[in-house]
């Protein structure tokens, strides 16, 4: 029976690895997909302009976001079931946070979704004749975007935060994780709010982007290791 319960947690840690790992990367890809059609170099006319000829690329965009918010979304039951017997409260918490982001993404993507919906019906047809209200609509619309964009990241941070503290419970999480998630983490939600474009929010990023995989990595061997030492007579 005990043999049993032991797989199954091991069935669990790889699931819950394969699943984070798998958010992380859809993240990433989604950030190196990411569409700004504003600029503080150019004029209206040049933003208007390069907004209408890269259609496209917002649409690939939205999408990539809103991939993103479901695969968040998915792995919040595999993370659950990883720690449900080992934690109390920090699962749970780390949990809302990956539902906050997801939904923070989701509403992301229908943003930028209602953005593309507008240049696809034509509204830029007139766009010599009426620049200004034009501008106005659409920046509207893409200021909810980043609005949104600011609070999944802002998620992000916190999942960060808290799943660097998970080391406080659990021994076996990395220091290396823990280090990089608790500073990192703080680091981007200020400045996802003081100076989204700063270097400093991008490094801080790319650090929970790692400490994130290492911790799922660390997960996955161990529950490889566990299963072979099982198998092995």
């Not at 500073?183 to 003081?194: D, E, R």
């Amino acid at each position: 029976m005990r043999t049993e319960l032991r797989k199954k947690q091991r069935q669990r840690e790889i699931l819950a690895g394969l699943t984070i790992i798998l958010a992380v990367s859809s993240y990433v890809s989604s950030l190196l997909l990411d569409f700004n059609f504003v600029s503080p170099f150019a004029t209206l006319q040049e933003d208007l302009s390069y907004l209408s000829n890269h259609v496209r690329n917002l649409q690939i965009s939205v999408w990539a976001w809103l991939g993103t918010s479901l695969i968040t979304f998915l792995a919040i039951p595999p993370y659950l079931l990883l720690f449900h017997k080992r934690l109390k409260v920090f699962h749970f918490v780390n949990g809302v946070f990956l539902l906050g982001a997801s939904v923070g993404f989701l509403m992301m993507g229908i943003s930028g979704m209602e953005l593309y919906r507008e240049l696809a019906e034509g509204v830029l047809i007139s766009m010599q004749e009426s620049d200004e209200e034009i501008w106005i609509r659409l920046l509207g619309l893409f200021h909810d975007e980043q609005f949104y964009r600011h609070i999944g990241s802002s998620f992000v941070g916190l999942f960060a935060i808290t799943l660097g503290l998970t080391r406080i419970k659990m021994r076996r999480i990395p220091i290396v994780t823990t280090v990089l998630l608790c500073i990192c983490g703080p680091t981007m939600i200020f400045f996802n709010w003081y100076d989204p474009d700063h270097l400093i929010r991008t490094a801080a990023m790319a650090g929970i982007m790692i400490g994130v995989t290492i911790f799922s990595v660390r997960v996955i061997n161990k529950g490889l290791d566990e299963n072979r030492e099982a198998a092995t007579p």
